[in-house]
Nanobody
Framework: QVQLVESGGGSVQPGEPLTLSCVTS??????MGWFRQAPGKEREAIAV????????FYYGSGQGRFKVSEDDINKTVYLRMNDLKPEDSDIYYC??????????????????WGRGTEVNVSS
């Protein structure tokens, strides 16, 4: 079982940036994903990174504003969020690895999850 710990959430004003971090217990996780979930709604994909190749994939409203990256030395996956909007106020989760190495968008494809970090965007 892989342990994942998210951090970096908090309260920001609209238009501000924020970077989330996910520290992992090992550095061979291949596809790692970031997901978001609002109360009463389903968890949905934001971005996926193939840590073996560097390929990235983006989904939903974060496209063009969010960027996923990783640091092998520190075993950390990042999500840089630019130009945050009130509708970005959600709980953000780190997930990995993707079970079949396909960098899937579905939450059910990921074997381990962090506890989440809250992002609140308001004026």
């Amino acid at each position: 079982q892989v342990q994942l710990v998210e951090s970096g959430g908090g309260s920001v004003q609209p238009g501000e940036p924020l970077t989330l971090s996910c520290v992992t217990s090992r550095d061979d996780l291949n596809c790692m994903g970031w997901f978001r979930q609002a109360p009463g709604k389903e968890r949905e994909a934001i971005a996926v990174i193939n840590t073996a190749t560097g390929s990235t994939f983006y989904y939903g409203s974060g496209q063009g504003r969010f960027k996923v990256s990783e640091d092998d030395i520190n075993k950390t996956v990042y999500l840089r969020m630019n130009d945050l909007k009130p509708e970005d106020s959600d709980i953000y989760y780190c997930a990995g690895p993707e079970r079949r190495g396909r960098c899937d968008w579905s939450p059910t494809a990921y074997s381990s999850w962090g506890r989440g970090t809250e992002v609140n965007v308001s004026s």
